[in-house]
C-alpha cells in the first residue's frame, strides 16, 4: 500500500522558516518523480515544487522560486521542502504526491501538513 506522510508543518512569522518532510512506503520512491503541492483556503490545489527520481532536476513555481528548496533522501525514503522567507500568502495546507501531474490528476491525497504564516 502507497503511504505518504507529510510532516513539519506550523505557525511561524513572516520572514520566517520551515522544512516540510514526506515519508513514502509501499512503493519504490527511487523510480519516480515527486512533488509538493499545496492548497490555500478557498483556493485550488497547485503544484509548488517537484524533484526528479535521481534529484537531478527540479522545477517551482514562479511564487516560491528562490525561497523554496526541494529536495529528497532516496536512502530515507524522504522527500523535503525547505521554505525561508515565507510570507502570509504561502498559508496552506502542503502535501506531497508521486508524479508531477495536474492536481486533479490525483484520486488520493494524504493527510497533509498545515503551514500558517502569520504575525
Known amino acids: 500500500e502507497v503511504q505518504l506522510v507529510e510532516s513539519g508543518g506550523g505557525l511561524v512569522q513572516p520572514g520566517g522558516s520551515l522544512r516540510l518532510s514526506c515519508a513514502a512506503s509501499?512503493?519504490?520512491?527511487?523510480?519516480?518523480?515527486m512533488s509538493w503541492y499545496r492548497q490555500a483556503p478557498g483556493k485550488e490545489r497547485e503544484l509548488v515544487a517537484s524533484?526528479?527520481?535521481?534529484?537531478?532536476?527540479?522545477t517551482y513555481t514562479d511564487s516560491v522560486m528562490g525561497r523554496f528548496t526541494i529536495s529528497r533522501d532516496n536512502a530515507k525514503n524522504t522527500m523535503y521542502l525547505q521554505m525561508n522567507s515565507l510570507k502570509p500568502e504561502d498559508t496552506a495546507v502542503y502535501h506531497c504526491?508521486?508524479?508531477?501531474?495536474?492536481?486533479?490528476?490525483?484520486?488520493?491525497w494524504g493527510q497533509g501538513t498545515q503551514v500558517t504564516v502569520s504575525s
Open positions: 509501499g512503493f519504490t520512491f527511487s523510480g519516480y518523480t
Open positions: 524533484i526528479t527520481k535521481d534529484a537531478d532536476g527540479t
Open positions: 504526491n508521486i508524479g508531477s501531474y495536474s492536481p486533479d490528476r490525483y484520486d488520493d
